[in-house]
Each structure stands twice: as C-alpha cells, then as structure tokens.
C-alpha cells in the first residue's frame, strides 16, 4: 500500500497525512487541509515546531499555503507554489483574502502607516511579495499593510524581462541557509526568486533543479556556457553572468559573489562538492 515518497513534498507523518494520500500512504489520521494565505512579510519553514529547528525556506507575503495542523503556534503545511512542506509560525497566516494584483519589484520596499516617507515604517517586504492594491498615487494601500511606494511594484502578470539581472541586483547578500530575501538567501533560493521575478516557476533544491528547469547541456569539455546557464554541483548551483562569470550564494564568501568561473570551478572541485554534474539551460533568458 504505501510507495516511496519525497518528504520535503509529501505532507505525510506517522500520525497525521493530507485526505488525498490515503491508500498512498500510513497515517494514524488523514485530514483535508485548509488554504491559508501568508500574511507577514516573510515566514520561515522550519523541518519541526520549534525556532531553533533547521530552516528549510521561506514563504513570502501573498504566498498560499494549505494547513494540515495548528498547534502550539506552528501550523504543518504545504506550500502551494512549489509544494514545501514543513513547520511556519501560525501568526505568519491568515484567511485568503482577494487575490493579489501586485508584486514587489524592489529587493526590499518598506511598508508606511501613511503616505509619507517620513513616518517610521511597519515592516519591509521583500522582492516577489504580493499584495492587493486599493486605490492609487505615488505611496499607495496595500490591503491589510499599509502604504507602499508605488514604484517599487508592479502588477501580478508583468515580469522582468532577464532573470540574470534580477539575481546580480543580489550581490553581497549574506549566504543564509534555507533564505530567499536579500536579508540571506541560498544558492538555490537565488535561482528560485531569480526565475520566479522573470516569471519562470523552479523547484526550491538543487537536485530538483538540476532535473526540472530549462534544458539539458551536454557535459562535454570545453564547457560552451552562455548568460543564464545554471551549472550544478552535487549541492550546489550557481548562474552564468556570461560565458566566464559565475554568480551564485556560496558559503566560501558567504555571500552572493560573481567571480571567474574556472576559479570556482577548481575550488569547489578541491575543496566541496567536486565535479559539475550538470548544466541546464533556461529558454529565452
């Protein structure tokens, strides 16, 4: 009865499964879940319900996700974008509201309680928030916020043109493992907020990646790489700014650095994930 399942997809536990796995997998219980919106600007996905529990990723504001179980402050769910499931903090969610019409442009905008730049902010959102606008001006509402600059977003179905330039806006961003803001992200989480500014929807970890997105290159020396090409590691993945740069979140910098390729490529080959395993082209980009 029960097939092999990937955990970080599957919202499956010993005690508690989603309604439409049952007769897929074991489960003391199995429930339908309930489609929450996140509401803060950014909610961490943690591997069990505790603050101090290993981060996975991150869920930004607007981003739907469907709860399996609340308790104790955390809520078990699956996010709906690329299907991670885990522990967020329950304040971080609320009931869907209307759908967003806008989203974040800027790698961070504040959020004002009036119109007026002036005034301490609330909060900051990161790129790739949504929120549902109402009315207009250059500081305009967004619902349930308060007040953005206008400039700073754009409607839900425009999107940047060049991924590749979405990521190098990242540049010197500390590395954070599991993070997808330009307060700290990972060499995944940039790709994965990267393509998702250019409209392009990827898995959240490398090694989903590196099967999923654009197309394959062949591995044949020399390497015949172009701007926008992702070259993937056993653990790692970075972009090509062209044919001799490479951008990427590392942890030899510990930040988002653009450095030579062939340089990078014979340090993680010494020091950390060995050979490039793949190369994967994104169409158009």
Request: with cysteine; charged share 20%.
């Amino acid at each position: 009865m029960t097939a092999t399942f990937d955990p970080r997809f599957t919202p499956a536990r010993p005690d508690l499964a989603a309604a439409h796995l049952r007769g897929r997998v074991e489960a003391t219980i199995f429930v339908e879940g309930r489609e929450m919106q996140v509401i803060g600007p950014i909610a961490d996905v943690r591997n069990g319900p505790a603050p101090d529990a290993s981060l996975d990723t991150q869920a930004l504001c607007g981003e739907r996700v469907t709860v399996y179980e609340e308790h104790e402050g955390w809520a078990w769910a699956q996010l709906q974008r690329d299907g991670y499931v885990g522990y967020l903090p329950s304040h971080m969610l609320g009931p869907r509201p209307t759908d967003p019409t806008h989203r974040v442009r800027a790698l961070r905008t504040f959020v004002y309680p009036a119109p007026n730049m002036k005034v301490p902010p609330l909060e900051a959102l990161p790129l790739g928030a949504e929120v549902t606008l109402e009315g207009e001006g250059d500081y305009v509402r967004a619902a349930d916020h308060g007040f953005v600059y206008a400039p700073h977003l754009q409607p839900i179905a425009q999107y940047e043109s060049d991924f590749v330039a979405v990521a190098e806006r990242f540049v010197g961003v500390p590395y954070l493992w599991g993070g997808k803001t330009a307060l700290g992200l990972d060499c995944s989480g940039l790709v994965q907020i990267s393509l998702a500014a250019a409209g392009i929807v990827a898995p959240r970890d490398t090694d989903v990646q590196a099967r999923e997105i654009g197309t394959e290159v062949a591995l044949e020396e020399p390497l015949h790489l172009r701007r926008g090409d992702l070259v993937f590691w056993k653990g790692h993945v970075g972009i090509m700014c062209d044919a001799q740069t490479l951008l990427h979140a590392n942890a030899h910098h510990m930040l988002v650095a653009r450095e030579p390729f062939a340089e990078a490529r014979a340090r993680i080959l010494a020091k950390s994930f060995g050979p490039v395993i793949a190369v994967r082209r994104v169409s158009g980009r």
